[in-house]
């Protein structure tokens, strides 16, 4: 989608607002609208230059799939919307609404939202579970908001120049913008070298401002000069205050059941990604369990027969619990070095691991069984504070606050029968990625960096405010925009249903003590669900996800691509030091993938080279 705002006296044809919307047809292939407003008239004419708001969009047909619920769409001739996403409650409110003298035309969320906005103003937001990216306008009182949903599972960005002001739903369309240059943010680059972590209040072109998750932006038309970020979820203000391992499982489980169920809910077939992992199989179990389905429900897993990463057996333990059509796919080295530049250029930023290819290929065959509604496992970790990283600064507090007997309670709980003695293997690791990251990486003409910000940050905070970290800076935004173009690039409406704010809200409420048992993460996950799943999946040791062997990779089928490239010209030789990157591949191939740091900080190199090649950064 796209929305102009531009100076009456600015000749510009609303051809242009169609041209940066065509840009991401991937995003809706299903139809195309495009509206010039002014405050005398409305229009449709693509070389009209007297508009002062354009607005365009691309239709992805998921709930309503008539002609009538296309955009942009107007309400009482008055009120004017675009937007990206789904507002999964979007039945109760249309009732609520209609209660308070509201009809509708559509069965759409879309007039849902506009009605709402008509009736509330921006409180509606407050009372919106789902993902959006969202421009809605008052005609009356010309005036525009913007807003995304409460983590940014869908993208919005702005960026002003010489009178015009554009929000789009990815960066690319603004290169049809005559006035727009790629420029390099050295501040995210810096970083992405660094640490692999991002500031997601920045993006990676120098100009383009993401609109900060979970608030909105107010502007008069005609004046183009954005307000500040008005917030409308508060998370912080949630108390840790359930200590009940009992309460709170029962209450997890009914509430994921419930949010499982809100986000099935679409007029078109809905699967599951299945990596085989705890948070994944538990969406598909609930899945398979609310639907009426008189087919088997759709699901996705990459496998990789032999190696170490490999999740077939838990996959195939889910399967036999449900009826399921099943798709299995083995993503390649040589299929990625075939697919990197479509695959960098659907991103618009640089990814830091190959592994994100696994969901870009997970979309692409859900594409091809025409499955356009994808269910996935993302946020599980991160509400339930489920990494490693955080069980070991949670271990790390105990230690600082002099909760001895409660350190070893883990530590020696995790080496009893009923204990996960992985919590112990995990120790080297995380410590040698501790020490790679607090190190950084000389980049950027050799100046070294300082110890990131943003693992400062993780560092610093505990207790409430690390969890809150974890899921609002730390993790979920850039998880979240990956998952997000991955699905996109095939038309794909990826979903989360760990992800609704009430779920949060509920996880938040929980004390930290009873997420951890003796070694195990997501203990009220695995206690909540443990009738439904299987108990080797609920008792798994290992976590692996959608990955492919990226390490196997680089010391195997591309190692000759790599050797290629480093003894080439490239974009990235003119910020770091090529030798110093032929050091790292030589580490890699050395340790034989061993150790997982190395090899890690070369692709963020490789792909972020990509990225300056493919948008042609400066």
Request: charge should be neutral; aromatic fraction near 10%.
């Amino acid at each position: 989608m796209v929305a102009l705002f531009k100076r009456r006296d600015l000749a510009r044809p609303l051809s242009l607002a169609r041209a940066m919307s065509d840009v991401v047809a991937h995003r809706g292939p299903d139809g195309a609208g495009l509206v010039g407003l002014a405050s005398d008239e409305v229009t449709y004419s693509a070389e009209s230059r007297a508009w002062q708001v354009a607005l365009a969009h691309r239709r992805l047909s998921i709930i309503d799939l008539s002609p009538e619920a296309a955009q942009p769409m107007v309400y009482r001739d008055r009120y004017w919307l675009i937007y990206n996403g789904e507002v999964y409650n979007y039945l109760e409110l249309r009732a609520e609404l209609e209660g308070l003298g509201h009809t509708f035309r559509t069965r759409s969320d879309s007039e849902v939202v506009l009605a709402a906005f008509a009736e509330w103003g921006p409180r509606c937001f407050e009372r919106m579970r789902g993902m959006w990216g969202i421009v809605l306008l008052d005609m009356h009182d010309r005036t525009a908001v913007l807003c995304r949903d409460r983590l940014g599972m869908k993208p919005l960005y702005m960026w002003q120049c010489d009178g015009l002001l554009a929000v789009v739903s990815e960066i690319k369309q603004l290169r049809a913008v005559p006035s727009f240059q790629a420029r390099r943010s050295e501040e995210a680059v810096t970083e992405f070298l660094a640490t692999g972590y991002e500031d997601h209040k920045r993006s990676f072109f120098s100009g383009v401002i993401p609109i900060p998750p979970g608030t909105y932006l107010t502007l008069s038309i005609g004046e183009e000069v954005p307000s500040v970020p008005h917030p409308y979820w508060w998370p912080e203000r949630v108390k840790a205050s359930v200590d009940d391992v009992v309460q709170a499982s029962d209450a997890f489980s009914a509430k994921l059941d419930e949010c499982v169920r809100i986000h099935l809910r679409s007029d078109v077939t809905v699967g599951c990604a299945l990596s085989g992992g705890l948070d994944s199989s538990a969406i598909t179990v609930l899945a398979h369990t609310q639907e009426r389905r008189t087919t088997d429900l759709h699901t996705f897993t990459t496998s990789f027969v032999g190696d170490p990463i490999d999740e077939r057996e838990y996959v195939e333990a889910v399967l036999d619990c449900i009826r399921a059509e099943p798709h299995f796919l083995t993503p390649s080295a040589q299929g990625f070095l075939d697919d990197v530049d479509d695959f960098v250029w659907h991103h618009d930023e640089p990814v830091s691991s190959m592994s994100m290819y696994a969901g870009y290929c997970v979309a692409r065959i859900a594409q091809t069984v025409k499955v356009p509604v994808v269910l996935n496992g993302e946020g599980g970790d991160e509400i339930l504070s489920g990494y490693w990283q955080s069980y070991f600064l949670y271990l790390r507090e105990l230690g600082l606050h002099g909760r001895v007997l409660s350190l070893l309670a883990h530590l020696i709980g995790a080496l009893l029968p009923d204990g996960n003695p992985s919590l112990l293997s995990q120790v080297p690791v995380m410590l040698r990625r501790y020490l790679s990251r607090r190190k950084g990486f000389p980049s950027m003409a050799g100046r070294p960096t300082t110890v990131s910000e943003i693992l400062q940050r993780a560092l610093a905070s505990q207790g409430q405010a690390r969890r809150l970290n974890e899921v609002r800076m730390l993790y979920l935004p850039r998880l979240l925009r990956w998952g997000d173009r991955n699905a996109m690039a095939f038309s794909i409406e990826g979903r989360s249903p760990y992800l609704d704010h009430e779920l949060i809200e509920l996880c938040l409420s929980f004390r930290s003590e009873i997420l951890y048992r003796r070694g195990w993460t997501k203990w009220l996950l695995r206690r909540g669900l443990q009738e439904l799943l299987p108990k080797k999946v609920a008792r798994r040791q290992s976590k692996v996800g959608f990955w492919v062997p990226q390490d196997r990779w680089l010391c195997g089928p591309l190692r000759p691509a790599l050797t290629r490239w480093l003894d080439s010209e490239r974009p990235l030789w003119d910020l770091v030091d090529r030798a110093m990157v032929r050091r790292l591949a030589e580490e890699t191939w050395r340790a034989t993938g061993r150790r997982d740091e190395p090899g890690q900080t070369l692709v963020r190199c490789f792909l972020l080279d990509k990225w300056l090649e493919v948008f042609n950064v400066v």
